[in-house]
């Protein structure tokens, strides 16, 4: 016996409200916003301190510094990349 379709959409639209309220709230007031995995305002603040630390760090030639910008720009590049949920494994089926 075939499910009815709106069974099926209020499902969806429970999902989308679980996994992200505040793209499910804008759309609804009819203004959308990017989803989450489109937003990439801290990763580029991030990729911004380490790029900081790190010139900082070659200045100075304090390794710590140089190290610590290495690791948060390479933690800044996974945030930015828009397919690394596709690359690991998890679906949103």
């Known amino acids: ?6 069974h099926q959409l209020s499902e969806i639209a429970s999902r989308l409200h679980r996994e992200d309220p505040h793209f499910a709230r804008a759309l609804a007031d009819g ?9 990439y305002g801290r990763a580029w603040l991030l990729l911004a301190a380490a790029l900081c630390a790190l010139a900082t760090g070659l200045v100075l030639a304090h390794g710590l510094l140089i190290a610590a910008g290495l690791v948060f720009a390479g933690v800044a590049g996974e945030l930015l990349d828009p397919h690394r949920y596709e690359r690991d494994g998890v679906s949103d089926a």
């Open 31 to 39: 203004r959308p916003r990017r989803p989450r995995e489109y937003r």
């Open 1 to 6: 016996m075939p499910v009815p379709d709106d």
